[in-house]
């Protein structure tokens, strides 16, 4: 019964630790990677942004493009074969709990909304396209923390490059 536990816990760890596993629901597992092989390079150009947050659409992009680099095997810089290219078109804040005595908001959540295309730079073909594409991350700005905005915003920046990156696995 050990033995069969041990096989077990290793089996897990090493799909885990190779970070190439990927399910694939016809074949069980796959050891490849779940990012398109046929694409090596990838274009970010700077978003554009239609809200009242100025320079969030930076630090998005940055954002971005760093995830592109820790996840997936594609390099980032001009001239690449497909280009990822977006709009912030909402951005809020939203009191998310008080302090019962003072009355002092004690958590904000962030929220950003995004629509986004990724194009084959060739033929213009759309591989991805998503509208009204969002993520949230909250932060606590009340007294004693001293968490400002910023926490927020590169919670929310971080998060949303992950789920966008995450769009552009091909589909398994």
């Given at each position: 019964m050990r033995r069969v536990v041990m096989t077990i816990v290793a089996g897990v760890f090493l799909c885990g630790g190779l970070g190439g596993c990927a399910s694939d629901p016809e074949r069980g597992y796959a050891w490849e990677s779940s990012y398109r092989t046929d694409i090596k390079t990838i274009t970010v150009?700077?978003?554009?942004?239609?809200?009242?947050?100025?320079?969030?659409?930076?630090?998005?992009?940055?954002?971005?493009?760093?995830?592109?680099?820790?996840?997936?095997?594609?390099?980032?810089?001009?001239?690449?074969?497909?280009?990822?290219?977006?709009?912030?078109?909402?951005?809020?804040?939203?009191?998310?709990?008080?302090?019962?005595?003072?009355?002092?908001?004690?958590?904000?959540?962030?929220?950003?909304?995004?629509?986004?295309?990724?194009?084959?730079?060739?033929?213009?073909?759309v591989l991805v396209s998503r509208r009204n594409f969002r993520a949230a991350e909250a932060f606590i700005p009340s007294p004693g923390s001293g968490e400002r905005s910023e926490i927020g915003r590169r919670g929310v920046a971080d998060e949303l490059a992950k789920q966008i990156v995450g769009e552009l696995r091909s589909s398994w």
């Open positions: 150009p700077m978003w554009d942004n239609r809200t009242f947050d100025h320079g969030f659409e930076a630090v998005l992009t940055d954002a971005i493009i760093k995830e592109i680099h820790r996840s997936t095997p594609w390099r980032v810089g001009p001239g690449g074969e497909t280009t990822l290219s977006g709009v912030v078109t909402r951005s809020s804040l939203r009191k998310i709990s008080t302090n019962r005595d003072s009355g002092l908001v004690q958590e904000v959540g962030y929220e950003v909304g995004v629509r986004f295309d990724w194009t084959m730079n060739r033929d213009g073909e």
